[in-house]
T-cell receptor
Framework: KQEVTQIPAALSVPEGENLVLNCSFT??????LQWFRQDPGKGLTSLLL?????REQTSGRLNASLDKSSGRSTLYIAASQPGDSATYLC??????????FGAGTRLTVKP | KAGVTQTPRYLIKTRGQQVTLSCSPI?????VSWYQQTPGQGLQFLFE???????NKGNFPGRFSGRQFSNSRSEMNVSTLELGDSALYLC?????????????FGPGTRLTVT
């Protein structure tokens, strides 16, 4: 059974800081890992999808890495801005499109 | 290209009633999955539909059901509503079924059961 854990549960940083969010999964036989952003009461916005054959993916100020052997992924956010405040979720496919999600990291970036 | 749309966005129902939620996937996407999100349980998979067939089902009671139409639009139905069914219901679409495709989520339907 695949279990996904995210640490920390909450994070508060001043604007401009670089930060790292962590995601771990118990079954390393994954096909990909996806990072999402969720604003309060809203749906999920896909940020990055890393295929199992890739080590990292970049989009703007975001960089996600994947280490299948250790069951870990990190999301690096450079030069954080107040607009980055949201909950960040990682997810891995378990069975077809049944995705297993972590509980998320609630990020607050203070001006 | 339009994103995933869900209707209605908000619903208030009374315990014992039934409800139907609708999801329209991104054009060309044939797989639709449904998730329930609650503060206590997080995001939980309900079921996936592909080519009008249920491909996969999560661990929810039979009161939760769904279907998919030939245009890939999907509906989910919850009968005999309970207070614990209050949640944000999200649907996600992807190009096809399988484990290697990016999922795109809609804005969700907020269901409140009183």
């Amino acid at each position: 059974k695949q279990e996904v854990t995210q640490i920390p549960a909450a994070l508060s940083v001043p604007e401009g800081e670089n930060l790292v969010l962590n995601c771990s999964f118990t079954d390393s036989a994954i096909y990909n890992l996806q990072w999402f952003r969720q604003d309060p009461g809203k749906g999920l916005t896909s940020l990055l999808l890393i295929q199992s054959s890739q080590r990292e993916q970049t989009s703007g100020r975001l960089n996600a890495s994947l280490d299948k052997s250790s069951g870990r992924s990190t999301l690096y956010i450079a030069a954080s801005q107040p607009g980055d405040s949201a909950t960040y979720l990682c997810a891995v496919p378990y069975n077809n499109n049944d995705m297993r999600f972590g509980a998320g990291t609630r990020l607050t970036v203070k001006p | 290209k339009a994103g995933v749309t869900q209707t209605p966005r908000y619903l208030i129902k009374t315990r014992g009633q039934q409800v139907t939620l609708s999801c329209s996937p991104i054009s060309g996407h044939r797989s639709v999955s449904w998730y329930q999100q609650t503060p206590g349980q997080g995001l939980q998979f309900l079921f996936e539909y592909f080519s009008e067939t249920q491909r996969n089902k999560g661990n929810f009671p039979g009161r939760f059901s769904g279907r998919q139409f030939s245009n890939s639009r999907s509906e989910m139905n919850v009968s005999t509503l309970e207070l614990g069914d209050s949640a944000l219901y999200l649907c996600a679409s992807s190009w096809t079924s399988g484990t290697n495709y990016e999922q795109y989520f809609g804005p969700g339907t907020r269901l409140t059961v009183t």
